[in-house]
T-cell receptor, first 117, second 113 residues
Framework: SAVISQKPSRDICQRGTSLTIQCQVD?????MFWYRQQPGQSLTLIAT?????????ESGFVIDKFPISRPNLTFSTLTVSNMSPEDSSIYLC??????????????FGEGSRLTVL | AQSVSQHNHHVILSEAASLELGCNYS??????LFWYVQYPGQHLQLLLK??????LVKGIKGFEAEFIKSKFSFNLRKPSVQWSDTAEYFC???????????FGAGTRLAVHP
């Protein structure tokens, strides 16, 4: 298993500003992901955070809007840039501790609830 | 593209009632299937998963799910719910060999004492 800590747990931000969310895992993990859960909707994968290289983004998400860092095997950040009210969501960090989804499971942090005014 | 449909967005039951939450997916290849649960104020956690073998999968807290390949379904069941089962339930699928998990919209279950 893995214990995932996200900071901040919630924040209220002004339009046009940027916010960085941190994800810390208590053990080394093979893969880290960032998901978004918009109000009343399901979880959508934003990107896979790759250690030491650029993140792999899903369709509809771009690096300029959601820059991601992963400097080591236990830590990652997601920045939501130039925020608008449409970015109000819960942002979730998730990890695979061994292998891939064919053999393991995805663990989730408690999420960071972001409200943009 | 893969997608997951959960038929019920909100379900209200009394304690001891039986539960069945529907989940259908669209994908022509081999998949892994998951049910996640999120209790109020807590993080998402795995309830059960299907990779291969017996299509009837048993998970934690008395939950089970049955994979019916011909119907592209993976419905979640529990014979007798408890108040503590109040939570949001998410069905998810990934194509075998890929690590992208696709989630359904979720079902909010409220169990009344």
């Amino acid at each position: 298993s893995a214990v995932i800590s996200q900071k901040p747990s919630r924040d209220i931000c002004q339009r046009g500003t940027s916010l960085t969310i941190q994800c810390q895992v208590d053990s080394q993990v093979t893969m880290m992901f960032w998901y978004r859960q918009q109000p009343g909707q399901s979880l959508t994968l934003i990107a896979t955070a790759n250690q030491g290289s650029e993140a792999t983004y899903e369709s509809g998400f771009v690096i300029d809007k959601f820059p991601i860092s992963r400097p080591n095997l236990t830590f990652s950040t997601l920045t939501v840039s130039n925020m608008s009210p449409e970015d109000s969501s819960i942002y979730l960090c998730s990890v695979l501790t061994s292998g891939g989804l064919d053999t393991g499971e995805l663990f989730f942090g408690e999420g960071s609830r972001l409200t943009v005014l | 593209a893969q997608s997951v449909s959960q038929h019920n967005h909100h379900v209200i039951l009394s304690e001891a009632a039986s539960l069945e939450l529907g989940c259908n997916y669209s994908y022509g290849g081999t998949v892994n299937l998951f049910w996640y649960v999120q209790y109020p104020g807590q993080h998402l956690q795995l309830l059960l998963k299907y990779f291969s073998g017996d299509p009837l999968v048993k998970g934690i807290k008395g939950f089970e799910a049955e994979f019916i390949k011909s119907k592209f379904s993976f419905n979640l069941r529990k014979p007798s719910v408890q108040w503590s089962d109040t939570a949001e339930y998410f069905c998810a699928v990934n194509a075998r060999g890929y690590n992208k998990l696709i989630f359904g919209a979720g079902t909010r279950l409220a169990v009344h004492p």
